[in-house]
């Protein structure tokens, strides 16, 4: 995984997480794909693997939590990244049991998510 781009998938229900997110990332260099409908992200992570998911955890049809298990257990080295408006202890703790990289409360800044980013990037390029 040397001189490719880093691919990040976003999945968030909210239009608007995407409109921010990825003209910013890709603006950093990274290939972004972004996803409102988790049925639409499923068929995409069925097809190709990404080195970062973003994911939001509450969505009509597949929630976060089943999306990034899916993740996780298709690829293993994908990092993911849960980010929600509906942080508690218990969400943030299944979470990391399931093996995410980070958790991030909305309302985030695009600094926060973006230097978390780049730390999962950094992990992968470890690895």
Do not use: C, H
């Amino acid at each position: 995984m040397s001189d490719k781009q880093t691919s990040i998938l976003i999945l968030d229900d909210e239009p608007i997480v995407s409109k921010r997110l990825q003209p910013a990332l890709e603006k950093k260099g990274y290939e972004v794909e972004s996803f409102t409908r988790s049925a639409d992200a499923m068929a995409r992570i069925a097809e190709r693997q990404f080195d970062i998911v973003v994911t939001d955890l509450k969505m009509e049809g597949v929630d976060g939590m089943e999306f990034l298990t899916r993740v996780k257990e298709q690829f293993p080295k994908t990092e993911v990244i849960v980010i929600t408006g509906f942080a508690t202890m218990a969400t943030a703790k299944e979470s990391f049991n399931k093996g995410i990289f980070d958790f991030l409360a909305k309302p985030f800044k695009l600094g926060e998510i973006t230097s978390v980013i780049a730390s999962a990037e950094a992990k992968i390029k470890e690895s």
